[in-house]
């Protein structure tokens, strides 16, 4: 990760070949003609050739109307009337746009525009994505960012390292080509958090952050509400997915098991309170955590295949579960009576094995077979 310093080359970067600027809109019509007039300038300082490309979410609030109203033909608003939302309308927009470079924006001018010139120079010097960065030497936010909002910025940020080193994936400021986007399969975004939707599948390793000032609204409200955070949860776990896909199914796989434990446990305690025999306590604790596990690991663990026969499922979840058991028996039993024997703690090291075996073959085939893709 590169981050790009403000330098005086900027001349190099008049003329460039096209530019199309998506802005994703809900209800923005006070701040269009604002980000409008700061776009022409740019326009006209640098000579550039540009479109904006409003990609608004039907907001019925004079939007279109300011757009006409401005009177500049590289401006065009798109009036998006399915899959609302934020990251949509922006992949919509990326996807209408002629010009080679693509740059995304808020409307509301926390993104200064500005700073564009600087994140092509960027892309000139073969970075593949650009983002216009809060958390890089340089950069800044008005003195207003309360200590909450400052924390949930931090906070979903560290969550996202492990998919990217760059300081500020959350930044809906951004540039990339459109070659690029073109060539991306799968975009699958919930939520706010298109940037790093883009690194991730993408694939890119060079990206360049330029510091900004990122500023707080003057017109209208944010549309970042609480279940737009939450979803954020649920962004991340498919990009974790995408990314490490093994390794997540596997951790899934282990945590269901855990709660299958508690299940388990919680089952036979309330069944001894009801007086019942031993033998049903046991009988009921296990057969209620087996259903949990199975009904858990369809649902989360594999769900990419929660729509297939549920019926067939079962049947072999709990024939992989047997196998894995008698995988366990066997080699805690074998290793009982070699490797461990005679160790004071032998029967215990030996089922610890076993245990881990038998856990691993009941993976490899609820992975592979069971829930097979
Ligand atoms: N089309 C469409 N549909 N646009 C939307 C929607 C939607 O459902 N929701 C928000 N937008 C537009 C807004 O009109 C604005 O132009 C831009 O997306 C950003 O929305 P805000 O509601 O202003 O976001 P914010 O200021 O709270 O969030 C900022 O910080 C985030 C990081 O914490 C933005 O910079 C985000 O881009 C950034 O991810």
């Given amino acids: 990760m590169t981050v790009t310093t403000p330098?005086?080359?900027?001349?190099?970067?008049?003329?460039?070949?096209g530019i199309s600027i998506i802005v994703p809109t809900y209800q923005e019509v006070d701040n269009i003609p604002h980000i409008l007039a700061r776009l022409d300038k740019l326009r006209q300082d640098y000579n550039l050739t540009l479109e904006v490309i409003f990609s608004d979410d039907n907001s019925q609030d004079g939007s279109a109307e300011a757009v006409a109203a401005s009177g500049f033909d590289w401006?065009?608003?798109?009036?998006?009337?399915?899959?609302?939302?934020l990251s949509p309308a922006v992949i919509e927009g990326f996807e209408a746009a002629q010009y080679p470079i693509l740059v995304c924006m808020d409307c509301d001018l926390s993104h200064p525009p500005e700073r564009i010139p600087q994140m092509i120079l960027g892309?000139?010097?073969?970075?593949?994505?650009?983002?216009?960065?809060?958390?890089?030497?340089?950069?800044?936010t008005d003195d207003d960012w309360?200590?909450?909002?400052?924390?949930?910025?931090?906070i979903a940020t560290m969550l996202a390292r492990p998919l990217t080193k760059v300081k500020d994936p959350m930044s809906g400021f951004f540039i990339m080509r459109k070659a690029d986007f073109d060539t991306v399969k799968e975009l699958n975004p919930v939520g706010y958090k298109i940037a790093l939707e883009l690194i991730v599948k993408c694939g890119f390793q060079n990206v360049g952050e330029v510091p900004i000032h990122f500023s707080d609204r003057v017109y209208g409200e944010s549309k970042l509400s609480f279940k737009e955070?939450?979803?954020?949860?649920q962004h991340l776990r498919r990009l974790y997915l995408h990314r490490f896909a093994n390794a997540m199914y596997l951790a899934q796989f282990l945590v269901v098991g855990a709660s299958g434990v508690a299940v388990n446990l919680i089952m036979l305690s309330i069944l001894l309170a009801m007086g019942l025999p031993d033998a049903v306590c046991l009988a009921g604790g296990i057969g209620v955590s087996v259903i949990t596990n199975f009904l858990l690991n369809r649902r989360f663990t594999f769900s990419y295949a929660k729509d297939g026969n549920i019926g067939k499922q079962f049947v072999g979840f709990v024939g992989a579960s047997a196998v894995g058991a008698?995988?366990?028996?066997?080699?805690?039993?074998?290793?009982?009576?070699?490797?461990?024997?005679?160790?004071?703690?032998?029967?215990y090291l030996s089922a610890l094995c076993g245990i881990a075996a038998g856990m691993i073959f009941n993976y490899l085939g609820n992975r592979y077979i069971v829930f097979r893709k």
């Fill in 7 to 17: 330098t005086d080359d900027l001349a190099e970067i008049r003329y460039t070949t």
């Fill in 123 to 140: 892309l000139n010097s073969g970075q593949q994505f650009v983002i216009g960065s809060r958390y890089v030497p340089g950069a800044s």
């Fill in 146 to 154: 309360g200590f909450l909002r400052w924390l949930n910025s931090i």
């Fill in 229 to 233: 955070q939450l979803k954020y949860i």
């Fill in 326 to 347: 008698c995988v366990n028996f066997a080699v805690s039993y074998a290793l009982r009576n070699s490797i461990f024997e005679g160790s004071g703690s032998g029967l």
């Fill in 75 to 85: 401006a065009k608003i798109l009036v998006r009337t399915k899959d609302r939302g």
